[in-house]
């Protein structure tokens, strides 16, 4: 959100193909696929509402930056229309470019092959839309990162819910 509150204010030339860029580099970046959580629409939202509680900035500021803002929104809008885009997750596009190089080269077998992946990891997909699960994904890749960081988190974590169990029992007592 950093980066594209400042290509804003700075006035930087921003079209559809270059927050489509930045957007999938901070996937990248920070090792996580929003495509099926997040979409560009509500990334230019959350930096009009960052715009918007903003102390600094004067009501003409945020007027002139959301006016910006929504017209990015619209050039998307329009841009769609005319190319519509589709939201592939990265894990999705590695096995549709297969499945296409395979009937490109009259490869049934492999066409076969990849088709059934797919079925699987959107299956698999559908199952992980559960939220539980994918709280317990954000913890297993901080934990994969920072192992020390990650439990020094969590017992500081369980040390305040204890604290709070022990307050709410002695208060109702």
Same mark, same amino acid.
């Given at each position: =959100?950093? +980066?594209?509150?400042? =290509? $804003?204010?700075?006035?930087?030339? $921003?079209?559809?193909?270059?927050?489509?860029?930045?957007?999938?580099?901070?996937?990248?970046?920070?090792? /996580?696929?929003?495509?099926?959580?997040?979409?560009?629409?509500?990334?230019?939202?959350?930096?009009?509402?960052?715009?918007?509680?903003?102390?600094?900035? !004067? *009501?003409?500021?945020?007027? @002139? &930056? &959301?006016?910006?803002?929504?017209? =990015? %929104?619209?050039? =998307?809008?329009?841009? !769609?229309?005319? @190319? *519509?885009?589709?939201?592939?997750?990265?894990?999705?596009?590695?096995?549709?470019?297969?499945?296409?190089?395979?009937?490109?080269?009259?490869?049934?077998?492999?066409?076969?092959? /990849?088709?059934?992946?797919?079925?699987? #990891?959107?299956? @698999?997909?559908?199952?992980?839309?559960? *939220?539980?699960?994918?709280? +317990?994904?954000? &913890?297993?890749?901080? %934990?994969?990162?920072? *192992? $020390?960081?990650?439990?020094?988190? #969590? +017992?500081?974590?369980?040390? $305040?819910?204890?604290?709070?169990?022990?307050?709410?029992?002695?208060? +109702? @007592?």
């Amino acid at each position: =959100m950093d +980066l594209l509150e400042e =290509m $804003i204010v700075n006035q930087a030339q $921003i079209d559809d193909s270059r927050l489509r860029s930045i957007f999938r580099a901070v996937e990248r970046d920070v090792d /996580i696929d929003l495509a099926g959580e997040y979409r560009i629409e509500e990334w230019l939202g959350d930096v009009i509402l960052r715009f918007e509680r903003s102390r600094h900035l !004067s *009501p003409e500021q945020k007027q @002139k &930056y &959301y006016d910006c803002v929504q017209n =990015m %929104f619209l050039e =998307m809008r329009e841009s !769609s229309k005319r @190319k *519509p885009v589709a939201e592939v997750t990265r894990e999705h596009e590695v096995v549709l470019n297969e499945l296409r190089t395979a009937l490109a080269s009259d490869k049934v077998e492999n066409a076969v092959r /990849i088709v059934d992946e797919l079925e699987r #990891t959107l299956s @698999k997909r559908d199952r992980n839309q559960d *939220p539980i699960v994918g709280i +317990l994904h954000v &913890y297993r890749r901080m %934990f994969r990162r920072s *192992p $020390i960081t990650f439990l020094v988190a #969590t +017992l500081i974590g369980i040390i $305040i819910y204890v604290l709070l169990y022990l307050f709410f029992i002695f208060l +109702l @007592k």
